[in-house]
C-alpha cells in the first residue's frame, strides 16, 4: 500500500481493524450489509481511482488534445472494454479465468510499488502479490465466492467446489508460496520496508479470514488499492508539475464515473424487470473486468513511466 502520509495509513489500519470487529461481533449484521458496504467500496472510490484514465493517458502517451490523440484513446479503451465483454458473452470461464489473470497482475503492481528496490524487475513480485490477493478473495470463504463466481459463468456452486481442491489446501498453498517467494526476496535485498511488508500482509489476511470475500474486497479494493493509485496518479501529476488535489480529483474523475454508475444502474433496472436480482453481484464483476483491462494497460505504463 503506498499512501501520502502516516496518518493515511494507520487510518487505513483502524479501519480494517475496526470491520474485522464488526464482523466478528456481528456476523448477521455484516453479511446483510455486505454488498452495501462492496457498492460503496466500488462507487466511492474504485470506479472513480479508474474514471481519470483518459486524463493520465494524455501524459502518458502525451496525447494531444486533438481529434486524432482522443479518437486513438477512446477507440483503444472501449475496444479493449469490448473484446473482454465479447470474451464473456463467448466463452465465460475464459472471461472469468482472464479476469482473474489480469486482477493478479494489476493488483501486484499497485500493492509492490512500496516495497520492491529499485534493481528489482517486478514481474514475480507482481504476479505472487496478486495470486495472493485472489487467493484470499476466492478462498477466504468459498459459501460467498462460489455462486457469485458461478452466476458470472452460468454454473453452479457446487458444479466449481467439484472441480477446485479444498478452500483450506489452496489458502494454505498461496500463503507457502507467498510467504517463501517474499523471504527469498528478502534474502536477495529485493524488498524495501520489509516490516511494513510482513504487517501488511497479517493485516490483510486477518481481514480477509475474518470478514469474508465482500467486505474484505471492499477494504483492501477502496483502501489499499484504489487509495492508493489515487495518490500514485498524485505523485505522478505532481513530477509533471501538474499536481492534482482530492477535490480535483473527484471533479476530474466525475463525468466517466457517473456514465459508469448509469450503466450499472441500468444493468440493476434490468435485472429487476426480470426478478434476477441475484444475479446482480455478478454483474458488477463483469462490468468491473470489463473496465479493468484498458485501465491495466495504462496503468501499467504509468509506472513504467515512473520508472520505480
Ligand atoms: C471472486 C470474487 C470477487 C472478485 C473481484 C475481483 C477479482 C475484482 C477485481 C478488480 C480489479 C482488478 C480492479 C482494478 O482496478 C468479488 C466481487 C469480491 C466477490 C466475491 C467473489
Ligand atoms: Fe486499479
Redesign the pocket.
Known sequence: MRHSSKVMVWSVVLVTIVMILFSSLFSDTAANWSLWI?LASVVLV?IP??AIDHIMAEKIYGLDASWRGRALFYGMYFGLMILVGGLWLIQPVLGLLF??A??IY??GQADMEDFLTHESSGFTWYITRGLFI?GL??FSDTT??YP??AKAVNTDAAAISHLLPDAGVMLSFVTVIYGSVFFYAWLTNRLQNGMRFLADSLLLTALFLFTG??IG?AVY?ALW??AGHVFEMQRYLGEQNEPMSLLQFYKSAAPFTLISLAGLALLAAVNHAFGMEEQF?AL??IL??VL?LP??VIVDKMYGEAGS
Do not use: A, E, L
Request: glycine fraction near 6%; charge should be neutral.
Open positions: 462492496v474504485g481511482h479508474g479476469f482473474f489480469i486482477s494489476h493488483f485472489i478473495i476466492v460467498v465466492s457469485i463466481m470475500p465482500m474486497f479494493f488499492h484504489s453481484i458488477m464483476f468491473i473486468s479493468t485501465h491495466m
